[in-house]
């Protein structure tokens, strides 16, 4: 069987704080398909927090154990997978999403500082949130665009909202 059979129906990708994950579960749920989520697979995998593995073990090989679980759902999963909001910074899994169903969700910084300020589960934005996540982005942006075959803007949309966006556009 070709390998692409066994590809997921859509990849969510974007920052910190977006909604993947929520608005993930409600597109699964809608196609009435699984979900899969790479940050909660790397937890799994590794028996710890992701914070835990950034002090512990650098970011570096973060991305690679990241690299590694998107690897795996890619080929294991059909349905939709949610990629951590850094995953795009590496150019092997920037590789596996070639040809695939890809939705960056994206939005504005003042909605992201609501939504991520108060979050110290982000080891990335543990020291000041709103600056840092623009920085990211900036950095980033480039990077969602290219492996991205759709942009989904969730500002001022509820998930559910964000879902229909994502299915009427892909
Ligand atoms: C990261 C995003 C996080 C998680 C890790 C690093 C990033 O995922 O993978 O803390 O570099 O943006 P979420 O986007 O699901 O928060």
Do not use: C
Not at 93 to 99: D, N, P, S, V, Y
Not at 155 to 163: H, I, K, N
């Amino acid at each position: 069987r070709p390998a692409r059979a066994q590809a997921p129906v859509i990849v969510l990708v974007g920052p910190m704080g977006v909604g993947k994950t929520t608005v993930g579960e409600l597109l699964a749920e809608r196609l009435g398909t699984g979900f899969r989520d790479s940050d909660a697979d790397i937890v799994a995998a590794q028996g710890r927090e992701i914070a835990d593995i950034f002090v512990d073990n650098g970011e570096a090989h973060f991305r690679s154990l990241e690299r590694e679980a998107v690897r795996l759902a890619l080929a294991e999963h059909r349905g939709v997978l949610a990629l951590g909001g850094g995953a795009v910074l590496d150019s092997g899994t920037r590789e596996l999403l070639a040809g695939l169903p890809v939705v960056f969700l994206s939005m504005e910084v003042a909605e992201a500082a609501r939504r991520v300020g108060l979050n110290t589960a982000r080891p990335l934005l543990a020291v000041n949130p709103r600056q840092e996540w623009k920085r990211l982005m900036e950095a980033r942006r480039h990077h969602y665009t290219e492996v991205a075959r759709v942009v989904v803007t969730t500002d001022g949309r509820t998930p559910g909202e964000v879902a229909d966006a994502v299915l009427d556009a892909l």
